[in-house]
């Protein structure tokens, strides 16, 4: 099993990108993209509503850092330290040696390659530094956009579930994308 300390937090670097732990200065552009309705169109829970409701969010997710449950960064462009997505592994599985990928961005930084270069750091750092087998992202099969940017970075289509989450008032199907740590 897996054993993982995210007590000397990693800041990642790309690039273009720096990938850093989430302050108190993110709350405003986290809240920007919580709160954002075509962001959270393919992610099944409901939109922010208020700065308090973030900074409750960032609580947990320190909480959950400081216990190695998870580990999440803010994706800032080199050079500023304005957060402009998310990206992080949110379910992890010591037993397994796996986790669950997911990221988002602002519309204004969408289709610039900024999530493929994320994604490849988080990625690597994962396989190298947490000694990951695999890692899996479980996608809105609608989310075009995202399952390519998936496919563009290695993953596979590993299944589809037909109705297999309910949210809203109605039955929604996932795709499960993954990548195996071949050593390279």
Same mark, same amino acid.
């Given at each position: ?73 803010? =994706? ?67 989310? =075009? ?40």
């Amino acid at each position: 099993m897996l054993t993982l300390d995210f007590t000397a937090f990693p800041e990642l670097h790309t690039d273009r990108l720096t990938l850093r732990r989430a302050d108190a200065t993110d709350i405003q552009q986290l809240y920007r993209l919580r709160a954002d309705e075509q962001i959270m169109k393919y992610i099944p829970r409901p939109p922010a509503t208020s700065l308090d409701e973030i900074a409750e969010f960032l609580r947990l997710t320190d909480e959950k850092i400081a216990a190695n449950e998870m580990i999440n960064w803010m =994706i800032t462009v080199k050079g500023d330290p304005t957060m402009i997505g998310t990206i992080g592994f949110y379910y992890i599985k010591p037993e397994h040696y796996r986790a669950e990928i997911g990221y988002m961005l602002l519309p204004e930084f969408q289709g610039k390659g900024y999530v493929t270069e994320a994604i490849a750091a988080v990625v690597n750092y994962g396989f190298k530094a947490m000694g990951l087998h695999s890692i899996e992202a479980v996608v809105d099969p609608e989310n =075009i956009a995202s399952c390519a940017v998936l496919e563009k970075c290695g993953f596979v289509k590993e299944a589809y579930f037909k109705e297999n989450e309910f949210y809203n008032g109605k039955f929604l199907d996932t795709v499960v994308y993954s990548k195996l740590n071949k050593g390279s």
